[in-house]
């Protein structure tokens, strides 16, 4: 113990004689407590030409602190409630005890407002240029649950952590410090540490960092380490550590990454092989120990068929390990090695691991297929999925969302990504675009560049400027397309042949540009499959006309090789043969596929359905065009038998899509529907609807979840009957003018809906509107508002029939958009199902309609976890009857919102309602079976 604290004191003495930054602290483990006591020790030097009065400190332990900060906001926007509803000793903090200079004296500091974990201090002597500043803090560090972001504290007291201790923020001119945001890109300048870290004796440390002594007392361990020049200092302290020891020339890996059935020895050529890679292609890693991580990896995985559980993931153990520790390790030498913001130049970083990560893939696995060991599956190889490379994920990933209008540019900074952008598809555009530019420049010219790059600014700060600069300089092509257009905007690729014409000797022809980009596009002639040559075009401004030498090509095709991540690759080929140029033939598929340029593509997939009590179970085919990836025209036929009516029933679609970039609105949808149902007990409805939809976001804000959306459609509806029943109107036959508009922010804390509806049909009109508000506050109670208010404009129906009036409990769903069970049922369990539309009551009351107006209000409000109280109050208004005052009250079970709720009532105009007979038939329940919908509840997660 002594010599450990000889040993600190003597570093502390140094500090004075430190030429950069340099960090010293002493961290001791308070395990039940899940408390750090840390005296920290910061040698801050100002490397800028001004002088400093004020610099900042990163303190992201913090950002764990309030349910306000930046990284709480983020968990709400990506609808996790899992820090929001976590208890305060769930969460952590840093409580600062005294921050001092060396000579003692104490310092000012406070926490800015927007950022409470970022700490200005107010120097009592200004840093000269070139001067060091010495700031000593005591602070005690409460570790987070590892449950928000897998860093802190596990069930087991175990801790992971990274950025745990407070850091000095860079200063090049400006001051470089943002919030923690679960992004892991905390922006840091190089520095020297030494800690001294003391925690029980079982426990084990295991970090990068270099172990200079170990001293033991009767229950705990004092470990002192140290580093140079360090950026990550990922530090794990668990009892039972699973981690691994593979050493190779140049450096000792430290590993916990799961692996299936793998001996040791097979691990140590696996990490071999890894490293040995790196080290050829981006140099040495210039630490002694490099530390890889089951978390880290699952913070940036491989997204895939491999993410499959190992009993039927189709590739093998070896394969799917050394892709994991590939990438791991490539992430962890960039992000050592590499020293840029991480939140505004993230690209760069991005798109060196995922060019060398297929680079990789190229010299040791060429034939892997996207679908590994299932390619060679009867009935699967028959796919176009199947013939893809492993690397084609990269582009299909990135099209998911630059086919949905979804992609951001890449020079944009990392927080104002989604999180789907972020995680996946920019880091996959990325490095698509550097093999984009690698195929364009050619002859090894990028390559070189790269490592001529890393090595040059290793452990320097640099930015995705000096690598253009660097670039440029190596290569006398224009390459400013790619720095300008395809780095920063959201220009999309998209070229078309046309006009061709053929002599004996030549091919005549025009390239269309069909997006305004200055980017350049390949250009293949092919005899059959065989490519005779390959020739960039560039400059392509609208159209360029060109003529070639025929040399026996019997097809013109751009992107041959799928080097440029097009936007669509179906209008890229000529055939010269014959009379009709690019008739490409009809490919009958079952089941859905990757798309297949080279065909028009038609799937058939089986369908089994339940949709409501009348139809029952529904067995047929759709018959589609769809595939995995958005088209603009998408159509859908869906002939089925349902097996209750004992009839032909079923749904048709037409939708064509248009997006639109750099504008709040982003799409404009023109459909055409129709279909043929149950309704009831032998009466069947048939819907053709043409439509046209507008969708508005913001566009200089894609985090937002506020949208608004206008619909504008027609129904024409025919309902016919096997018997005479009861159930339809005098006019069973009827048409309607739909006009409707939402504005809404479903956001997990705030939310708002407001709607707006506007009907116009032969014998009557009405206007709706309907607003409903939702908070989460900060102790977890949830309240929730309801408005509704609608009127006729005139009602001309017969007043003794309410099919079109305004419902107070159970909307008659004239228009067919509620996914009702058993719609026209006034008994039994179906009719208890309950959609919160017009009045939204829950009991079952007289008047139940209003045939002139209706108003009501609805509330909750929790009582406990999911469980709500309810009350709701309306005016409802019938011609030749005054305004009569409704209410009801009840408990909610809020199971999940929006999809799964049951209501019980208790207290209403009926009065007691809970006392009165029959009370299993007054319980209501909301729930919803529709895939779409609920696929909704993962998807808002990501975008």
């Not at 440390?205 to 007392?217: D, F, K």
Request: hydrophobic share 35%.
């Amino acid at each position: 113990m002594k010599s450990a604290i000889t040993i600190y004191l003597l570093l502390v003495v140094n500090l004075c004689t430190w030429a950069q930054n340099k960090i010293e602290l002493n961290a001791k483990f308070d395990i039940p407590n899940k408390t750090l006591h840390i005296k920290q020790y910061i040698s801050y030097q100002n490397t800028s030409k001004d002088t400093l009065k004020t610099i900042y400190l990163n303190d992201w332990n913090n950002a764990y602190s309030v349910k306000t900060s930046p990284l709480a906001k983020r968990f709400t926007e990506e609808f996790n409630n899992k820090f929001h509803f976590a208890k305060s000793d769930e969460r952590g903090y840093t409580n600062i005890t005294s921050v001092k200079e060396n000579e003692g004296d104490d310092l000012e500091f406070t926490r800015l407002k927007n950022h409470p974990d970022v700490i200005e201090i107010t120097l009592n002597n200004a840093i000269p240029p070139g001067e060091s500043y010495n700031i000593l803090l005591n602070y005690n560090l409460v570790v987070p649950n590892d449950t928000f972001t897998s860093y802190g504290i596990t069930e087991t007291k175990d801790f992971n952590l990274k950025y745990w201790y407070v850091t000095p923020a860079i200063y090049d001119g400006e001051w470089h410090y943002y919030s923690n945001k679960n992004l892991d890109d905390l922006y840091l300048p190089k520095t020297d540490l030494t800690f001294e870290i003391e925690h029980p004796r079982n426990y084990a440390l295991m970090t990068e960092l270099n172990t200079l002594a170990l001293n033991q007392t009767d229950s705990t361990l004092i470990t002192i380490i140290n580093g140079k020049d360090r950026i990550n200092s990922f530090l794990s302290l668990a009892r039972f550590p699973d981690f691994k020891y593979v050493k190779t020339d140049n450096v000792t890996v430290i590993t916990n990454l799961k692996e299936e059935n793998l001996e040791a020895h097979e691990r140590a050529i696996i990490t071999d092989k890894v490293l040995s890679f790196i080290d050829d292609n981006l140099g040495k890693y210039p630490h002694e120990r490099m530390l890889l991580t089951e978390i880290e990896y699952k913070k940036d995985p491989l997204y895939g068929l491999n993410q499959l559980p190992s009993f039927i993931r189709p590739f093998p153990d070896n394969f799917q390990y050394e892709l994991k520790l590939l990438r791991t390790a490539l992430n962890k030498y960039l992000e050592n090695t590499l020293l840029i913001n991480p939140r505004k130049d993230y690209w760069l970083k991005d798109s060196f691991q995922v060019y060398f990560l297929m680079k990789y893939i190229e010299e040791h696995y060429p034939d892997m297929k996207l679908l590994g060991t299932l390619a060679d599956v009867w009935g699967v190889r028959s796919f176009h999925a199947a013939d893809l490379k492993f690397n084609d994920q990269y582009l299909l990933f990135f099209m998911q969302m630059a086919r949905t209008n979804r992609d951001q540019p890449l020079a944009m900074s990392k927080d104002s990504l989604l999180k789907f952008n972020a995680n996946i598809a920019s880091k996959y555009k990325a490095g698509l675009g550097l093999k984009y530019l690698d195929d364009f420049i050619n002859g090894n010219v990028l390559e070189q560049t790269i490592v001529q790059f890393l090595k040059e600014t290793r452990l320097k700060p640099t930015s995705s400027k000096a690598f253009e600069t660097l670039l440029k300089q190596n290569t006398s092509k224009d390459i400013d397309w790619f720095f300008d257009d395809y780095l920063t905007t959201r220009k999309k690729i998209d070229f078309k042949i046309k006009n061709v014409s053929k002599t004996e000797d030549s091919i005549t022809f025009t390239i269309k540009n069909k997006r305004k980009n200055a980017m350049p596009v390949s250009l293949f002639t092919l005899n059959n499959d065989s490519i005779l040559s390959k020739t960039w075009i560039e400059n392509v401004n609208g159209s360029k006309t060109l003529t070639i030498p025929r040399n026996d090509a019997n097809k013109l095709v751009l992107n041959y090789d799928n080097a440029i991540p097009e936007i669509n690759l179906r209008d890229n080929q000529k055939s010269l043969k014959g009379f009709f140029f690019n008739n490409k033939p009809f490919q009958f598929r079952l089941f859905k596929d990757i798309e297949d340029p080279h065909y028009n593509q038609v799937f058939l997939m089986p369908i089994v359905e339940y949709k409501n009590i009348y139809d029952g179970l529904n067995l047929g085919a759709k018959i589609y065009n769809k595939t995995l990836l958005r088209k603009k025209l998408n159509y859908k036929f869906s002939p089925q038998y349902s097996t209750n009516s004992k009839t032909l029933t079923g749904s048709s679609t037409v939708l064509f899509t248009h997006n639109i970039e750099n504008n709040n609105l982003y799409n404009i949808t023109y459909g055409l529907t129709a279909s043929y149902s149950s309704f009831a007990e032998n009466a069947f409805v048939t819907i053709v609807s043409p439509t046209l939809s507008f969708y508005f976001r913001d566009d200089k804000n894609f985090r937002s979840n506020k949208s608004n959306y206008i619909n504008l459609r027609y129904l024409d509806i025919s309902r016919k009957q096997e018997d005479n029943n009861l159930i339809l109107t005098e006019e069973p036959d009827y048409g309607v003018f739909n006009i409707r508009y939402i504005n809404s922010n479903p956001g997990l804390v705030d939310f708002y809906k407001i709607y707006t509806d506007f009907q116009i049909a032969n014998k009557f009109g009405k206007i709706a509107v309907n607003y409903e508000y939702r908070k989460l506050s900060e102790n977890n109670r949830q309240f929730n508002f309801r408005f509704f208010a609608g009127t006729f404009l005139y009602n001309k129906t017969n007043a003794n029939n309410n099919y079109f009036s305004f419902a107070l409990d159970r909307p008659t769903d004239y228009l067919f958009d509620y996914d009702y069970l058993g719609r026209s049922e006034a008994s039994g369990i179906f009719s208890q199902q309950i959609i919160i539309a017009e009045g939204g009551f829950k009991s079952k009351l007289r008047p139940a309609f209003a045939n002139q107006w209706m108003t009501t209000i609805n509330t909750s409000t929790s009582i406990w976890k999911y469980i709500e109280a309810y009350g709701d109050l309306g005016l409802v208004k019938n011609k030749y009857s005054d305004a009569e005052v409704v209410y009801d009250s009840g408990i909610r079970l809020n199971l999940v919102p929006d999809y799964f709720e049951v209501f019980f009532p208790v207290y209403s105009n009926l009065g007691w309602e809970i006392a009165q007979p029959h009370y299993d038939q007054k319980i209501r329940f909301k729930f919803t079976v529709d895939p779409q919908a609920l696929l909704g509840l993962f998807r808002r997660k990501w975008y």
